[in-house]
T-cell receptor
Framework: EAEVAQSPRYKITEKSQAVAFWCDPI?????LYWYRQILGQGPELLVQ????????DSQLPKDRFSAERLKGVDSTLKIQPAELGDSAMYLC???????????FGPGTRLLVL | DAKTTQPTSMDCAEGRAANLPCNHS???????VYWYRQIHSQGPQYIIH???NNETNEMASLIITEDRKSSTLILPHATLRDTAVYYC??????????????FGKGTHLIIQP
């Protein structure tokens, strides 16, 4: 069964450092999402792509976060500089197209010291 | 904010049916009810979704009331591996724009041996 791949699975960094996460969606899925999940809460959307275009980045803290999906396939989420409050699980999801069922990857757990 | 209300936690005995309720009294006619679950430290897993008819798949059954203001997810024979946080989510059926999922806090289901 096809799955969403994410790497790394775990990342420890110091505050003010840069960090990047990678996501490879299910093959053929045009829509890709990045979510952030703080411990004890549900995931919250950061950014949504349709192919290589951003559909929604209204909740992305653009002063420090950036996301790209240059060829409309895999995607990278970057934080620079990282802050203590960025410690969370970063989840990637994909769907065949808009309004279709979203399938999630295993997530990247970030700890900022 | 999430458009659903779920109990914070529930217990169920192993081998029995687990019935998880969800209230979505403000749901509109073009919104689906989706269920996901999240086992500790993993990404959310899609379970099932429905619009107004009851649905069944290999994982669970979804019962939606006739007025669509509430629903119940049924795991017919719960096992210890079903211990997880279960999220009930309402989302638009149509496409064409931002459609990130809005998660609440979910129900922590604990299966007792």
């Amino acid at each position: 069964e096809a799955e969403v791949a994410q790497s790394p699975r775990y990342k420890i960094t110091e505050k003010s450092q840069a960090v990047a996460f990678w996501c490879d969606p299910i093959s053929g899925h045009a829509t890709l999402y990045w979510y952030r999940q703080i411990l004890g809460q549900g995931p919250e959307l950061l950014v949504q792509f349709q192919d290589e275009s951003v559909v929604d980045d209204s909740q992305l803290p653009k002063d420090r976060f950036s996301a790209e999906r240059l060829k409309g396939v895999d995607s990278t989420l970057k934080i620079q500089p990282a802050e203590l409050g960025d410690s969370a699980m970063y989840l990637c999801a994909s769907s065949m197209r808009l309004a279709e069922t979203q399938y999630f990857g295993p997530g990247t757990r970030l700890l900022v010291l | 904010d999430a458009k659903t209300t779920q109990p914070t936690s529930m217990d169920c005995a192993e081998g029995r049916a687990a019935n998880l309720p969800c209230n979505h009294s403000t749901i509109s006619g073009n919104e689906y009810v989706y269920w996901y679950r999240q086992i500790h430290s993993q990404g959310p897993q899609y379970i099932i979704h429905g619009l107004k008819n009851n649905e069944t798949n290999e994982m669970a059954s979804l019962i939606i009331t006739e007025d669509r203001k509430s629903s119940t997810l049924i795991l017919p024979h719960a096992t210890l591996r079903d211990t997880a946080v279960y999220y009930c989510i309402v989302r638009l059926a149509g496409g064409g724009g931002a459609d990130g999922l809005t998660f609440g806090k979910g129900t922590h289901l604990i299966i007792q041996p």
